[in-house]
């Protein structure tokens, strides 16, 4: 059974940080290009970051510079560190796991900033 599970959401203040985490298991993580999206009220789900496996990260614009992903394939984890949070960062954070046609999706952590 695939599982993607979320951690590390919460209630932050503009300018502080969070460590979103995401625990895979069920599938060969180290073959799965790992991304975080998010989702906030009323908008669609948009791509935050990427990860493949070779490690080439890839950033939506609007976090570059403040976020940054990881993975630890020993642990089948996949990181969210995110700084200088902004109002705007709230929402709903996924992790989704893909490999060749398969996707996969955790249920969401909410992120809320307060200004």
């Known amino acids: 059974q695939v599982q993607l599970v979320e951690s590390g959401g919460g209630l932050v203040q503009a300018g502080g940080s969070l460590r979103l985490s995401c625990a895979a298991s069920?599938?060969?993580?180290?073959?799965?290009?790992m991304s975080w999206y998010r989702q906030a009220p009323g908008k669609q789900r948009e791509l935050v970051a990427t990860?493949?496996?070779?490690?080439?990260?890839n950033y939506a614009d609007s976090v570059k510079g403040r976020f940054t992903i990881s993975r630890d394939n020993a642990k089948n984890t996949v990181y969210l560190q995110m700084n200088s949070l902004k109002a705007e960062d709230t929402a709903v954070y996924y992790c989704?796991?893909?490999?060749?046609?398969?996707?996969?999706w955790g249920q969401g952590t909410l992120v809320t900033v307060s200004s």
């Open positions: 990860i493949p496996p070779g490690g080439n990260t």
């Open positions: 989704n796991a893909q490999r060749l046609s398969l996707e996969r």
């Open positions: 069920g599938i060969i993580f180290r073959l799965n290009t």
